[in-house]
């Protein structure tokens, strides 16, 4: 391989660091890759770090100590998050949306990977911080979000499920009560998935009154799991008093008139 100019490097660093998020490289990875000494390669993360700043695409965060190097952080600007969210609240406020119990039809946006991708990256801009070890969610809906998370923050997903697979071994099962339905259901999670000690962040798409997420704290009690956040797509503003205190949800479901044909949907207050 002959030379590698500047524009090239700094080129494949940026394409790198962008397809795995919260990754540490070290520059000894860059300075092979390339043929060019560390001082160089500091130069060029100089240039991309500015680059990104800039034009607001993120963060490239310096990490210190004998494991350090560099990694870049996907953390949507407050704009950008702001325009985003508010277009997607009012693509939720069609009336057609409504479901019968208070719900809404959200299922065909947050399958989409493009949509998918940006809640989970603002909602891993949240937690990013805590350093979690597996971000978990509940089957089915709360998947693509969750997963969208944890590549932002380049940890493994983890499902508990509401029936018992096979194929996953030996599980811990709990019985919880739905706050929307209250009605008892149970959750299941392979022993296998977590560790005693981890620290687990918990997507889930929607709350209401928060008891599956209460579900879900609960069962990571079990495994004497951490938990060091809840994160949302939508919570709704009624019942105020949710099973769980501390979340963040991305959007607030603030009405839903099933007879007027009326729904609102704002965005989360920290936006």
Do not use: H
Not at 87 to 108: A, N
Not at 157 to 177: F, L, P, Q, W
Not at 228 to 233: D, E, N, P, Q
């Amino acid at each position: 391989m002959g030379k590698i100019k500047r524009n090239e490097r700094i080129g494949a660093m940026i394409k790198i660091l962008t397809d795995r998020p919260n990754y540490i490289y070290n520059l000894n990875f860059f300075s092979e890759m390339f043929c060019a000494s560390k001082s160089t390669i500091s130069e060029d993360v100089d240039i991309i770090r500015g680059i990104f700043e800039r034009f607001q695409l993120g963060e490239i965060r310096t990490v210190t100590g004998a494991a350090g190097g560099i990694k870049y952080i996907a953390y949507p600007s407050r704009e950008q998050s702001m325009i985003f969210v508010k277009d997607l609240c009012e693509r939720l406020s069609q009336p057609d949306r409504i479901l019968p119990g208070g719900f809404i039809y959200m299922t065909d946006l947050i399958y989409m990977p493009e949509i998918a991708k940006t809640v989970g990256e603002i909602l891993a801009s949240q937690f990013v911080q805590d350093d979690p070890d597996f971000v978990i969610t509940v089957e089915t809906k709360g998947i693509p979000i969750a997963m969208m998370t944890a590549k932002a923050l380049d940890c493994p997903v983890v499902i508990a499920r509401r029936d018992n697979k096979v194929t996953e071994g030996s599980v811990v099962t709990i019985n919880y009560v739905s706050a929307s339905s209250n009605q008892i259901q149970t959750m299941s999670l392979p022993k296998r998935s977590v560790k005693k000690g981890q620290k687990g962040l918990i997507i889930d798409d929607f709350m209401k009154g928060g008891g599956t997420v209460k579900g879900i704290v609960d069962i990571l009690k079990e495994f004497e799991v951490e938990v060091v956040g809840v994160g949302v797509v939508i919570a709704t503003r009624q019942p105020e008093k949710k099973m769980i205190d501390k979340y963040k949800p991305l959007m607030i479901l603030d009405e839903i008139d099933q007879i007027n044909k009326k729904v609102v949907v704002t965005p989360a207050a920290w936006i």
